[in-house]
C-alpha cells in the first residue's frame, strides 16, 4: 500500500495574541504614586508573557524533538497539501458498508474527527461520515502506536479530516454514542486537512434534540447567540447556525434531512417520468413585471425592464400550447415578500407540473394524489435510515397519508368546520389559523397528514382560473395539505381566448399588459392544469420541523442574503 | 360512450375588417371634378362591400341551414368550452401506440389537426401528437358521415384541437407523409379549441429541412421575417421562430429536441445518483457581487445589494465543506454578457457538479468521462425516436464518444496543434477557433466527438484552481469538448485557506471580499473538485446545431427576454 509523502508531524499551533491587561482603561487622573505601581504591574505582566512564551517555546521544541525521534513516526502525522501528486490503488471504505463480515480486517477511512478523549496511552475517537459515525480505539502497542502518537492524536482539533487505518473488531461492550456498533482499532492516523481549533459552536449543541416548543424557541431567538438553556445545555440559537452554515450543516439531521429532500426530488421525476411528463427549464428571467405584479424583484436586462419570475406558470402552459402536453419542471422561484413567517422564504424550491386535461380537472387531481403516494411511500421505504437520523435530533410522528387520497371540496371543509363550532365564509379563503383547524378535523375524521381542498371560491383566485361551470362563485382550483398547512396551490386554467380577457378585464386588469398570454390560447388550446409545490415545505412538514428554513440549505428571507 | 354535450356545429367566422380603400390618400389637393369622382368611386366601393357582406351573410345562413338539417349532425361539431363538466370512461389513445394489431378497432385520438384536403365528399387530414403524425380519412357513408361533414371538416382552421373517432386501417398504398403507417377511417369529429385561421407562419415552412449552411443563414437573418428561398419555399427567420416561440416548438424536431433535453437531464441524475450523489438546490440570489465580478446582473434585495449567481460553485464547495461529499444541481445560470455569439446566452442551465476526491482529480475525470459515455450512450439506445425526428429537419452526422474518453493535456493538445502547423502558446489559453482545430485533429486521430484536455496554463484559470504540484505555470483544471466546443470547464480546487488567500492577492483580488469563501475552508476542508456543464450546449452540440438558441426553449440573449 503505497501511503502518499508525508510532513514532519508538527500541528499548527494556534497563534497567542499577547493580552495587553486592563492597565490602559484606568490611571489617566492618577497620581505619580499611582502611576509608578502601574508601570510596576505592567512589568511584571510583560515578564509574565514573557515566561510564558519561553515555555511555550520550550515545549514546542520538546514536542517536536519527541516527534522527530519517535520510531513509529511513519504511522502518523499531517499529509502535505493534496495536489494530485499521487494515484495509487488504496481503498477508502465508507462507514455505512462496514458489517461483521469485516470484523478482522484492516480498513481506510476518511473521516471528521468528531471527537477525541484521550488519557495516557489510551484513546478514543468518533469518526464521522455524514450521518454516520464509528469509534476509533487507539492504544499504544509499540508495534504500530507510540505513546506519542496517542498523545499526537490526542492533539488533533475537532472537525479536522483524517484518514485512519484500523482493523474491524467488535466490542466487549456495545457502543451507544455511534451509529455504527463494531469499532475500530487504529494502526495508522493522518491529518488530510486541519480544522481550525476554535469552531463557530460546537457540533455537539448544534446536532441535541430539539421538541418542537424547542424548535419555537429557537426560531423566535433569531437574533441571539449561543446561550444556555435550562438544563445548563448550550444551544445555537439559529441566527448562528444560519451565519455559520456549512458547521451547522454536517449534523447528523441537517445531513440527513437534505438527503430526504434530494429523495424527494427523485420521487416526484420518477414518478411524472413514468406518466409520459417532459422535464422542461423556463427562464426566470421576464421582460416587464411577472404575472403577479406585486412582490416582485426587479432588475435591469441590459437596457430593458426585467423582473425575477414568480412561478414558471405562464411558460409551462406556453409548454402545454407548444403540444408538450405533460411538463415539470424543478427550478427556483422568486417572491419578494417581506413576510417573517416560519413558512415563507424569498426564494424557494418549486416542483412545478403543469399537463393537458381531456374532460376533467379530476384526472390531475388523481395523478398528483398518487405522485404524492408515490413520494411519501418512497421515503419510508428508501430513506428510513435518514428519517431515523432526523428523529434523534427533532423527534416527529410519523407522517400519514391515506389512499386514495382525500379530495374534500371548499364548502365540505365549511362544513366540517362548522361541525367543530368554527365559523367560515363559503365564499371567502381560509386564514392559516383556520386551515391548521381543518388539517387536525381533517386528521381525526379520516386519520390522513395529507388530503386536498378543491373548488375554491372565485374570490380566492385569480383570473385565468377556470370557473365552474355549475356556479360562477366557485373556480376548478385546489390547495393540498401536509399536516394542515398548504404545500400547493393550482387550477384548471381559462384556456379560452375570449373568456379570458373578459376574466382579466372584471378583475381589473389591463387586458392590454397580458396580451402574449392570451394570445397563447389563440392557436388551438389544450384543456389543462397544474401546480406548484414548494419544496421545501415538503420538506419540513413531512418531519414536522417548525421553520421552513431547517429544510433549505441556504435560506434567504428579508433580512438574509447571506451566506 | 357517452360523449360530451356539444354546441350547434357552428365554427367562429372571422372577423371581416371593412376595408377603406385607398381613397384617404389622395385627393388633398384636388379639383372639383377630381372630388367628384373620388366620391362616385367611394360610393361604388361602399356599395361592393355591402354587397359582399350580404353574400357572406347569406351565405354563413345557408351553411348554418345546412348544418342544422344535416341528420347526421351529432358526429361532429364543436364542444362547448371543457369546464370539468363531465367524467366519462372514454379513453384517449396516443397516435405513438397504434399499431398493427388494432386493425380494424375504433379509435379515439385528441391531436392538432396538422392540415386538411377535402375535395366533395372525401377528405384527408393529418393529426399530429408530439412528433408523431397519422392520416384520418373522411368520406361520405351516409351512415355516420354526410357531405355537410366532410364539407365542414374541410373548414376547421389548422393548428385547431380535434377528437377523431376512427377504425384503424391499413392503407393500400404506403403514406409517406405521416409517422404512422396505418390510418384512420373517420366516424366522428369535434373540435376541443378552434386556432385562429391565420397563424404567424406555416408549420410546414417552419418544418422543413435545414442543413448546417441553411442554419448558418437562419441565424445570420437575425432581423428577417419570413422570406422567400432560393428554392420558392418560405423559410422562416429565427426571430419570427422566437417570437412565435410556441408555434415554432410544435414542429416535431423541436418537439424531438427538448424531449432529448429531458433526458440528458434524466441520464446524467441517473448516473451520479447511483455514484451516491446528493441532489442540492443552491440560492440564486446572491448579497454583494457574485464570484466573478463583471458581467453580474445587479438587483436590489429589499435595502441589501445582490446579485444574480453566474454559477452555483460557491456554494456547491461549500456543500462539499459541509460533508455532502458528492453534489449535483441542475439549475439556471445567469450571465450579463453582451456576447452575440452562436454559442453564448445570458440565462442558461447548468448542469452542476462537486465532489470530495480521495488523492487524485482523475477520479473526477474518470467519473466524468463515464458519465458522459452513460449520457450518449443512454441517448442512442433510449431516445432513437426522438434522435429520428431531429435528423428529418437537422441531418446531422451521429455523435461519436469513444471509451475510455480521450483524455489530452494542454501541452500534448499544443503538439497536436503544432504536428498541424498551427501554433499555440502553451501558456496561454485556446481562442474558439483554435479550440474547433484541435477538435478536428482529435476527431480525424481518435475517431471521437468528445474528449478532455486537462492541465490548463495558470494564465486561463482564476484563483481558485488548484495548482499543478510539479510545475507552477500549469493547473489541474481541464475543459470537456463536443465537436470541437467547449460545454464543460472545471478544475480541482485549492482547499487550503492559506495559499488560497495568497494565490488570490497575487491575482490582485482583495482578500478581505472573498473572507467567506476562504473561511469555509478552514474548518477542516476535503480537497475537491468539480465542473459545470451547459445543458443547451450539449443538446446542441449532439445534435450539431448551429444556434444554441435551437436547445434552449425560451432563449435569452442581450437583445431578447421575451416571450
Redesign the interface.
Known amino acids: 500500500m503505497a501511503d502518499?509523502v508525508e510532513t514532519p508531524v508538527v500541528e499548527k499551533q494556534e497563534e497567542t495574541v499577547p493580552v495587553e491587561g486592563a492597565a490602559k482603561e484606568g490611571g489617566e487622573n492618577a497620581s505619580k504614586k499611582a502611576q509608578k505601581k502601574l508601570e510596576k504591574e505592567q512589568e511584571k505582566e510583560r515578564k509574565r508573557l514573557e515566561r510564558e512564551a519561553a515555555q511555550l517555546k520550550e515545549q514546542e521544541e520538546n514536542w517536536l524533538k519527541e516527534l522527530k525521534e519517535d520510531t513509529l513516526k511513519e504511522n502518523y502525522g499531517d499529509y502535505i497539501?493534496?495536489?494530485?501528486?499521487?494515484?495509487?490503488d488504496?481503498k477508502?471504505i465508507q462507514v455505512l458498508s462496514i458489517d461483521e463480515s469485516m470484523v478482522g480486517q484492516t480498513v481506510l477511512i476518511?473521516a471528521?474527527?468528531q471527537n477525541s478523549r484521550v488519557k495516557g496511552n489510551v484513546g478514543f475517537l468518533v469518526l464521522?461520515?455524514?450521518f454516520s459515525t464509528i469509534q476509533a480505539m487507539i492504544s499504544k502497542n509499540d508495534v504500530t502506536v507510540s505513546k506519542t502518537m496517542v498523545k499526537w492524536v490526542g492533539k488533533v482539533?475537532c472537525?479536522?479530516?483524517v484518514d485512519v487505518y484500523g482493523v474491524v473488531s467488535k466490542p466487549e461492550t456495545e457502543i451507544k454514542s455511534t451509529s455504527c456498533k463494531l469499532e475500530l482499532i487504529v494502526n495508522k492516523v493522518y491529518v488530510?486537512?486541519?480544522?481550525?481549533a476554535q469552531?463557530p459552536f460546537q457540533l455537539e449543541d448544534a446536532a441535541r434534540q430539539q421538541k418542537k416548543e424547542e424548535q419555537l424557541a429557537e426560531y423566535n431567538n433569531n437574533e441571539g447567540d449561543i446561550e444556555e438553556s435550562k438544563d445548563n445545555q448550550a444551544s445555537v440559537s439559529i441566527k448562528t447556525r444560519l451565519d455559520n452554515?456549512?458547521?451547522d450543516?454536517?449534523t447528523p439531521a441537517?445531513?440527513a434531512i437534505?438527503?430526504l429532500?434530494?429523495g424527494i426530488?427523485?420521487l416526484f421525476?420518477e414518478y411524472l417520468?413514468s406518466q409520459d411528463f417532459?422535464?422542461?427549464?423556463?427562464?426566470?428571467?421576464?421582460?416587464?413585471s411577472s404575472e403577479g405584479g406585486a412582490n416582485i424583484?426587479?432588475?435591469?436586462?441590459?437596457d430593458?425592464d426585467?423582473c425575477?419570475a414568480q412561478s414558471p406558470q405562464l411558460?409551462k402552459q406556453?409548454?402545454i400550447?407548444?403540444?408538450?402536453?405533460r411538463v415539470f419542471e424543478?427550478?427556483?422561484v422568486?417572491r419578494?415578500e417581506?413576510s417573517f413567517t416560519h413558512r415563507h422564504m424569498?426564494?424557494f424550491?418549486g416542483l412545478d407540473i403543469e399537463m393537458s386535461?381531456?374532460?376533467?380537472?379530476?384526472e390531475l387531481l388523481d395523478l398528483m394524489g398518487d405522485l404524492f403516494v408515490h413520494i411519501f411511500k418512497g421515503l419510508e421505504t428508501k430513506y428510513s435510515k435518514e428519517i431515523e437520523a432526523i428523529q434523534q435530533q427533532f423527534p416527529f410522528e410519523p407522517f400519514k397519508i391515506k389512499t386514495p387520497v382525500v379530495k374534500l371540496t371548499f364548502e365540505e371543509g365549511c362544513k366540517l368546520l362548522k361541525e367543530a363550532g368554527i365559523e367560515q365564509n363559503p365564499l371567502e379563503d381560509l386564514d392559516t389559523v383556520t386551515e391548521k383547524k381543518l388539517g387536525d378535523i381533517v386528521r381525526e375524521k379520516y386519520d390522513t397528514d395529507f388530503y386536498m381542498l378543491h373548488r375554491y371560491p372565485i374570490s380566492a383566485r385569480p383570473f385565468y382560473t377556470?370557473?365552474?361551470?355549475?356556479d360562477p362563485n366557485y373556480t376548478?382550483s385546489y390547495d393540498f395539505f401536509m399536516r394542515g398547512q398548504e404545500i400547493t396551490s393550482g387550477a384548471?386554467r381559462n384556456?379560452?381566448p375570449v373568456?379570458l380577457a373578459k376574466r382579466a378585464a372584471e378583475c381589473g386588469i389591463n387586458v392590454e399588459t397580458i396580451k402574449?398570454y392570451i394570445e397563447?390560447?389563440?392557436?388551438?388550446?389544450?384543456?389543462h392544469g397544474g401546480c406548484g409545490i414548494g419544496?421545501e415545505r415538503v420538506v419540513f412538514l413531512y418531519c414536522d420541523l417548525y421553520d421552513i428554513r431547517n429544510g433549505?440549505?441556504?435560506p434567504?428571507d428579508?433580512k438574509r442574503?447571506?451566506?
Not at 81 to 88: A, F, G, M, N
Request: include cysteine.
Open positions: 502518499k497539501l493534496v495536489q494530485s501528486q499521487e494515484k495509487t488504496r477508502w476518511r471528521r474527527l464521522r461520515q455524514q482539533p472537525e479536522s479530516i488530510v486537512s486541519r480544522s481550525r469552531l452554515r456549512i458547521i450543516l454536517r441537517k445531513q437534505f438527503r429532500q434530494s426530488c427523485q421525476r417520468l417532459v422535464e422542461i427549464h423556463t427562464p426566470k428571467l421576464i421582460g416587464g424583484f426587479k432588475l435591469k436586462y441590459f430593458k426585467a425575477l411558460y406556453m409548454c400550447q407548444s403540444d408538450f402536453e424543478i427550478g427556483p422568486f419578494a417581506k424569498c426564494e424550491t386535461i381531456k374532460e376533467n380537472y379530476h377556470m370557473l365552474c361551470h355549475d376548478l384548471q384556456h379560452d373568456s402574449d397563447s390560447m389563440a392557436f388551438g388550446a389544450y384543456p419544496l433549505c440549505l441556504f434567504r428579508p442574503i447571506a451566506p
